[in-house]
């Protein structure tokens, strides 16, 4: 891998986007981003998944001089579909992903971090779809995945103007879901990270399923799923370890089982 250093350690993986002086989201670094997915899905030793930006940015926006190598629509709209197929994955991915953001995370970097289940950010970085300034509109589900987030008439003013928020902001939009200073988002980012490692991997596994189902499923439909996934999980050996744990007033040790 070229652009994204990844590594695991203590059930988390943590991944670097790592293309100076920007992080530009490229074709390259999305292959990249698919990659690590890949080769930590079914990897038992990794319970959660944690990705920031190197340098001065998470990722500053696409490649634009990408942009000038692609000659037709068409073409575009297969970067555009190959994109979207690996953030819709994050998005459903059977593993917290979490994204810590620092400096700014604007574009196809924004369209990255909201595939992610939890978003942290320092409170100065910068949110924003500023494509409409280059004559263009979002490529990565931007516009489909932000109105979800904040609304749709805070997401029509941040498309349509190309106007970033602050990471404060972001919090109160609902677009980000805790920010810090700059210099300790990624230390809390990592707590978060060591912290829902330690839970159970089929209970979050689980939680993660029905939170997709009250995304995109009727309610009475997701309820129903709701009670199978309880009583699924409530004979595993997980369960009991942390039903024992509780009544034995001790931490659980979850084994995945």
Not at 232 to 250: H, W
């Amino acid at each position: 891998m070229s652009f994204l250093k990844w590594e695991n350690d203590q059930y988390i993986s943590t991944a670097v986007i790592n293309r100076p002086p920007a992080n530009a989201l490229a074709s390259d670094l999305i292959r990249e981003v698919d990659g690590w997915l890949d080769a930590v899905e079914h990897d038992e030793n990794v319970r959660v998944l944690l990705i920031h930006g190197e340098g001065r940015f998470f990722s500053a926006g696409a490649d634009i001089k990408e942009f000038t190598q692609v000659e037709t629509g068409a073409e575009f709209s297969k970067l555009a579909e190959k994109g979207q197929q690996v953030f819709e994955r994050m998005e459903a991915f059977s593993k917290p992903i979490i994204a810590s953001i620092h400096g700014a995370a604007l574009g196809g970097g924004l369209e990255l971090a909201m595939g992610c289940h939890i978003r942290y950010v320092s409170e100065t970085a910068k949110l924003g779809l500023p494509e409409l300034q280059l004559g263009l509109v979002p490529g990565f589900a931007g516009s489909q995945r932000l109105p979800r987030y904040v609304g749709f008439a805070r997401a029509a003013e941040m498309l349509l103007s190309s106007d970033p928020i602050s990471g404060v902001e972001a919090v109160q939009y609902g677009l980000a879901n805790k920010a810090f200073p700059e210099d300790e988002v990624h230390e809390k980012s990592k707590a978060l990270a060591t912290k829902l490692a330690a839970k159970s991997p089929i209970s979050v596994k689980a939680a993660l399923e029905l939170l997709q189902y009250a995304k995109t499923a009727d309610f009475h439909e997701g309820v129903a799923r709701e009670a199978e996934i309880f009583g699924d999980v409530f004979v595993s050996e997980d369960a009991k370890e942390g039903i024992s744990a509780f009544i034995e007033k001790r931490k659980p040790e979850f084994k995945g089982q």
